[in-house]
C-alpha cells in the first residue's frame, strides 16, 4: 500500500511540475524608457528561454528578445528607519532607539537594451529574497554578467 501511494505522489508531482505555470518574480518598476507603466507600479518579470517578459496581471507590458539586452546593472539603497523609530519613541523610548539602528536594504535591478533603432533601458525593485534569482535568471539568459554583481556583500 505504502509503495502505490509513493507511486502515486510521484506521478502526480512530475506531472505538476511538467505543466505547472512559470509565475515569475514579483518586482516594482522603478523608472525607466516603457511608456504606460508608471512609477511603483507592480510587475511579474518571467525570465524565458530567449526572451524577457514584464507582465502587470495577466498582460504583457514588455518583451525584449534576450539577445537584445546590453546591460545588466545592481545596486542597493540602504537607509536607516528613522520615521518608525521615531514612531515607536513616542510609546517606547527604548524600543525607538533600538529601532533607530536597524537599516533597510533595498535592491535594484536594472536593464538596457538595442534592439535595431530601439533602444531602452530600465530600473526594478527586487525582494530581498527575489534579487539573488532576478539576477542569476537575467545573467543566464542573457550570457551577460551584471555590473557590480561581485560587490554585493548583503546578507538576507
Known sequence: MKKILALLLCVMISTMMAFGKDDGYGVS?????????KTGASLRV???????????????V?????????EITYGQDVHR????????AVVSFGIGGLMALTK??????????AEGDKKGGLAIQCDKSDYRGVLAALE??????ATDSETMTVKN
Do not use: C, M
Open 29 to 37: 518598476y522603478d523608472g525607466g524608457s516603457v511608456q504606460g507603466i
Open 46 to 60: 518571467h525570465v524565458d528561454s530567449n526572451q524577457i517578459r514584464f507582465t502587470q496581471g495577466k498582460e504583457d
Open 62 to 70: 514588455l518583451v525584449i528578445p534576450a539577445s537584445a539586452v546590453t
Open 81 to 88: 528607519r528613522v520615521g518608525a523609530a521615531i514612531g515607536l
Open 104 to 113: 533597510s536594504k533595498k535592491h535594484y535591478v536594472g536593464l538596457t537594451w
Open 140 to 145: 543566464g539568459v542573457t550570457g551577460k554578467k
